[in-house]
């Protein structure tokens, strides 16, 4: 059975019950009704414009779609949690704006505590001026991170433990639900799910040490993900993902495996990878404070060799799963997802369905479905593996298939 949106929850954290919007295009105010007093911390990003308001972790009990559509100076708002602990709110602003008033009020005996959030229409030059001057330490601490995964596991690999490891980065999380069924299901519930299941069947082969991006409903970073591969030196790293086409878009159904590539193989490859890259944006992280995450010339040898693996891993992988799934009727593509430019680690990105696909849809919430492929999954990796521990020519093997 699938796990709710977020199974985390506790009774001990404040619960977000209600949220509105008032105002204008000069002022509009944004409340939120808690159980619970909560800090918060409110700061604006740019291009696109933005208000992040991060507070303490809470459990949101909203009304569903609540904060698609907007008024006055937001567009629209989307809220998650982006780390253990730590939660938070993005609001997209038709404008540049100034964050005029951010509190939280104490419950009284007849109403609830309040996050009140009052933004003000204002210009850019004061917009970027202020966005200097008084919101940069704020986005610094807002990023910081201790070195370690979601799950909380060390980011080195024990000395005595010679096995490869094995990154499944189920995509999305938190505030980035990712793409939607038609009957609300989330895209980021599919896959962890789905990632859980192929960790216990890796784990259960003796074979290798399993590394899950994430372990619960957590916003990671796209470049954690691919640092997180890297701190534990892994082997070969696998994102799970699902995709949907819109209304009118036409119909598409089956499965598809990614390897990195600056150019798409396709138009609707180019599409998925823009969409894909969009994640950090979505959840109000400042990409201009990301520091780049290669940068020696040399690196260019290994990201070479990685890719012929990567290749070779999409190739076996694609072979294994005509047997067990329906496929895309392109399966094997390539694009530019930042999750799989790590130079030193063969990466795959596997979109399992489009859940705008009915049939598709079925599969990714069967029991038997899910079970079937992650074996054939697990059957690929052990195919990658005696080839590349015997030694073998990857290249040559790429070729052949």
Sequence with gaps: MLPGAWSGARAEVPVVTDARLAGDEKETRLVLDLSR?????????????????????????????????????????????????????????????????????????????????????????SFMRNLAVENRAARQSSLAR????????????????????????????????????????????IVLDFAMLLRDKIEKTGKYRVVLTRSDDTFIPLNERVRLARSHQAQLFISIHCDALAKGEGEAQGATVYTMSDKASDSEAAKLADQE??????????????????????????????????????RTLVGQLKVSARLHKHPLKSAGFIVLRAPDVPSVLVELGYVSNEQDLKQLTSDAWRSKVGDTIVHAINMFFATRLAGGNAGAAAGKN
């Design 277 to 314: 890259n969009k994640a950090d944006v979505i959840a109000g992280v400042d990409l201009s404070s990301e520091a780049e995450d290669i940068a020696d010339i040399l690196i260019d040898l290994a990201q070479r060799e990685t890719k012929t693996f990567s290749v070779h891993f999409a």
């Design 146 to 189: 201790k070195p370690q995964d979601a799950a909380g596991q060390p980011t080195t690999r024990p000395d005595n433990d010679p096995r490869p490891v094995v990154v499944i980065d189920p995509g999305h999380g938190g505030i980035d639900t990712g793409t939607r069924a038609p009957d609300g299901l989330e895209e980021k519930v």
């Design 37 to 125: 007093k909560v800090d918060i911390r409110a700061f604006t990003l740019a291009d696109p414009y933005r208000v992040v308001v991060d507070l303490s972790q809470v459990n949101f009990q909203l009304p569903e779609r609540i904060g698609e559509r907007g008024r006055g100076l937001v567009k629209a708002f989307r809220f998650g949690l982006v780390m253990q602990g730590g939660s938070r709110i993005v609001i997209d602003v038709a404008r540049p704006v100034r964050v005029e008033k951010a509190f939280v009020l104490d419950a009284s005996s007849s109403q609830p505590a309040r996050l009140v959030l009052e933004l003000g229409a204002t210009d850019r030059d």
